[in-house]
């Protein structure tokens, strides 16, 4: 079948603000970001109902590569991101709680260095010189259920209440990108190419 591609929300965020941390000489010049990754990061297809066993989960990340940005979050923690085009947020959240949407995979000087299938970058500027980059991916939970409201960041909702464009987290598959390969009640997957693995997912 063609795959459906579903691009993972997030716009360009721009701050010209200091962060809610202070920052030393802290002026107008330092400006958070948040992009998505690419319009074909994470695709999500049609699935044939093959069923198989699911494997245990690998490192998923991208590595620590150096950088420097105001928040403090180590790969493997998550975050809540979020904002407008004029005010971009990002906060520092427990994986799997209601505020967690995304989660560190990957740290580097330049959102460029991230691994080419995450979900989203968030990076700092001063002086229009890229000073760090976060490299994250959705914080997908087996079970738990994500929305993808209109052009917003993605959010965590309880799977008896969905919103907009409800997915529940069937399995999370390593060693494939193939849709079929996921159990019989996944309707589609979100695959990452570069990682080699899926997010197996039912429409809610």
Request: with cysteine; charged share 20%; hydrophobic share 35%.
């Amino acid at each position: 079948m063609t795959p459906l591609y579903r691009t993972l929300r997030g716009a360009a965020l721009t701050v010209m603000a200091c962060s809610t941390l202070l920052l030393a000489g802290c002026g107008s010049d330092v400006t958070p970001r948040a992009i998505p990754a690419s319009d074909d990061v994470a695709t999500s297809s049609s699935s044939t109902g093959q069923t198989t066993t699911s494997a245990a989960p690998s490192s998923r990340g991208g590595g620590d590569f150096g950088g420097d940005v105001d928040i403090d979050v180590e790969i493997g923690e998550c975050v809540e991101l979020g904002g407008t085009m004029t005010a971009a947020t990002i906060d520092n959240a427990t994986c799997g709680s209601p505020d967690s949407n995304y989660k560190v995979v990957g740290k580097a000087p330049t959102n460029a260095e991230c691994v080419s299938d995450v979900d989203q970058y968030y990076y700092e500027t001063f002086d229009d010189v890229e000073q760090g980059a976060l490299c994250l991916d959705v914080d997908w939970v087996v079970g738990g259920c994500m929305d993808f409201p209109v052009a917003d960041d993605p959010e965590r909702v309880e799977c008896s209440s969905p919103g907009f464009d409800t997915v529940r987290v069937v399995e999370i598959l390593d060693g494939t990108t193939e849709v079929n390969d996921c159990a019989s009640d996944a309707t589609s997957g979100f695959s990452y190419d570069e990682r080699n693995f899926i997010v197996c997912v039912e429409d809610i």
